[in-house]
């Protein structure tokens, strides 16, 4: 095999990193490409996604982003307020983005997102899709790695591909199995925060002008108090006011690991944010009884490797963070865009029946993807946490040197709130991880040998 575009590709896991990296495999030219789901379908999450221009980059590159950006809002700004009260801590004017970075900042429907990656999946016959199917062990990590899947109406059975990407997410069985294999424990952490997701139909807020003027907005609204927050934006062509609230992690605390989310009580929500200013709690008080559903907010600890064999973790599955910088869709996303850039430059032995080189060489690109990633995706989650902890700050002076900082950001160019400050998004926005790629593979290829 000379042409790394003959190798199998097995991915798991179709949320936002699994479906990215189908696609941007199928469309580098690979031809087989297998995709393996626990979920029946898509099973779209009701929340909104900030879609920041780093990623619609890789999107437009993949040949998504026209129908995603449809139903898009372009985001123009954002408003930074105190909880309590209302009053506005910084505004911050984003109206250049796109002649800044090549794309908008865009906020959207997480359902967009996925149904635009999976309808350009469903375009590549190169891609199958199994639905409905766990994978349950990793029994071979090289020279090809074999697994096993379960259909969840069958009997389980191995299979045997060149390389196996695993996007299975922040309960990823494939990190623990990898770690287990290499004798390291593999940590989840609790970040001792939880979310509240709420979408509030334009129906719903239309009678209020204040509200009115929040879902007809270009702006990204986050309202602050000590250790919670709510940010909020208009998804689906404004039809709909999406809403996520950070609050300490209190109705999980006896929750066993493997619950994430549970039904939140209404009562108990508006409770956590009791101080918050009336305009904030004219919006809560719309939120249905019963359709209050609370996420566990957790992490990972950094992972010694993400590679092993021919086997690579991807998206949450290797650095899930906390959403404060909106960039864990984003950094899956790219991470498949990578894999795909490094695994189509590998130069494979011409002799066919050399599996062991073939393996090497595959092992070589998935490390160049891990080297390229690594750093920069570990750089985001610890800003992302820092930010949390500036946002949450309790009365203090460190609160009164954050809010000091928040009136002087024009003058100085930073936002305590990293995800609105320009500095970072230089940084992160400005990053084309493809182009990254096509430069350095070779120097870091080398390097590898
Ligand atoms: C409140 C909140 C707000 C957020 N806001 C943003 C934002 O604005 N912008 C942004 O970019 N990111 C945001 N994120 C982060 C983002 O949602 C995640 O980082 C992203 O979804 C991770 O994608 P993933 O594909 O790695 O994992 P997941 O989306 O978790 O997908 C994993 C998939 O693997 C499947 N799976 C798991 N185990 C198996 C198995 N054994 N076999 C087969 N399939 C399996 C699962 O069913 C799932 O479909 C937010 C997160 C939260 C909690």
Not at 167 to 182: P, Y
Not at 221 to 245: C, D, F, L
Not at 385 to 411: N, P, Q, V
């Amino acid at each position: 095999m000379t042409d790394p575009r003959n190798l199998r590709v097995a991915v798991i896991g179709a949320g936002m990193g699994g479906l990215g990296t189908a696609l941007a495999f199928a469309r580098k030219g690979f031809k087989h490409i297998d995709v393996f789901e626990t979920a029946s379908n898509l099973g779209f999450v009701g929340a909104g996604i900030q879609m920041p221009p780093n990623v619609i980059r890789v999107l437009d590159r993949l040949g998504v982003w026209e129908e995603i950006g449809r139903e898009a809002t372009n985001v123009k700004g954002t408003s930074i307020r105190q909880g309590s009260t209302d009053k506005e801590l910084a505004r911050v004017d984003m109206p250049d983005m796109e002649e800044k970075y090549g794309y908008p900042h865009c906020t959207g429907h997480r359902s967009s997102l996925a149904s635009g990656l999976f309808n350009g999946c469903k375009q590549e016959p190169a891609i199958q899709f199994h639905f409905s199917t766990s994978l349950v062990s990793i029994d071979l990590y090289e020279p090809r790695p074999v697994f096993t899947v379960k259909p969840r109406d069958g009997e389980p059975y191995q299979v045997e591909t060149d390389v196996l990407l695993a996007a299975d997410g922040i309960k990823s069985v494939t990190r623990t199995q990898m770690m287990a294999k290499l004798g390291y424990v593999s940590e989840a952490q609790d970040t001792g925060q939880a979310a509240y997701r709420i979408m509030l139909k334009r129906s719903e807020m239309e009678h209020d002008p204040e509200l009115r003027a929040l879902i007809d907005s270009d702006t990204v609204v986050r309202w602050i108090g000590e250790r919670r927050h709510i940010i909020a934006y208009p998804v689906s062509n404004k039809q709909i006011y999406n809403i996520s609230t950070t609050q300490p992690d209190d109705n999980f605390a006896a929750a066993t690991n493997a619950t994430y989310t549970t039904k939140g009580s209404k009562s108990a929500m508006l409770g956590v944010f009791a101080d918050f200013c009336p305009l904030v709690h004219r919006m809560l008080d719309l939120v249905p009884n019963g359709e209050v559903c609370e996420w566990k907010l957790r992490t990972h600890k950094p992972l010694p490797t993400w590679v092993l064999g021919a086997v690579a973790l991807v998206g949450d599955a290797c650095h899930p963070t906390l959403p404060h910088l909106s960039q864990g869709a984003a950094m899956a996303i790219e991470d498949g865009a990578v894999l795909a850039e490094c695994l189509s430059r590998v130069p494979l032995p011409s002799d066919h029946g050399d599996a062991a080189q073939t393996a090497a060489a595959v092992n070589r690109a998935l490390k160049v993807y891990e080297q390229l990633r690594r750093d920069h995706t570990y750089a985001l989650v610890d800003l992302a946490a820092l930010s949390g902890r500036t946002l949450h700050l309790g009365e203090g002076k460190a609160k009164e040197e954050r809010d000091r900082e928040f009136a002087e950001h024009r003058r100085n160019g930073r936002v305590p709130d990293k995800w609105a400050s320009p500095d970072v998004q230089k940084m992160i926005y400005s990053h084309d991880c493809v182009k990254e790629t096509s430069e350095k593979f070779d120097k870091i290829w080398a390097t590898l040998a």
